[in-house]
């Protein structure tokens, strides 16, 4: 992402994401407790070897979601520019 990509990804991530995550905020919410007691309760009856291989998903999965989320905004971005200058706003 380009420092212009990355500026504006972060202002969206800071002003607007409550906005859009609103309706799916409970359920959100849920998911994020379900999988954080899941792996509170798993980690320990992992040996060292096991918690290292658990760390290290836990880790590559939260860079591939944030490459996700890079991805499908600018996807969105790109998208929402092509329209305006189409002059057609979505609704």
Not at 6 to 27: K, Q
């Amino acid at each position: 992402m380009n420092s212009l990509l990355r500026a504006l990804y972060r202002y969206a991530l800071d002003t607007c994401l409550d906005t859009y995550l609103r309706p799916e905020r409970e359920e959100l919410l849920d998911n994020e407790r379900m999988c954080r007691l899941a792996l509170e309760r798993l980690a320990p009856r992992l040996d060292g070897e096991g918690a290292l291989r658990l760390e290290c998903y836990v880790s590559g999965r939260d860079i591939l979601e944030s490459i996700r989320q890079e991805a499908v905004f600018a996807s969105g971005l790109s998208l929402g520019l092509s329209l305006a200058a189409l002059g057609q706003f979505p609704e």
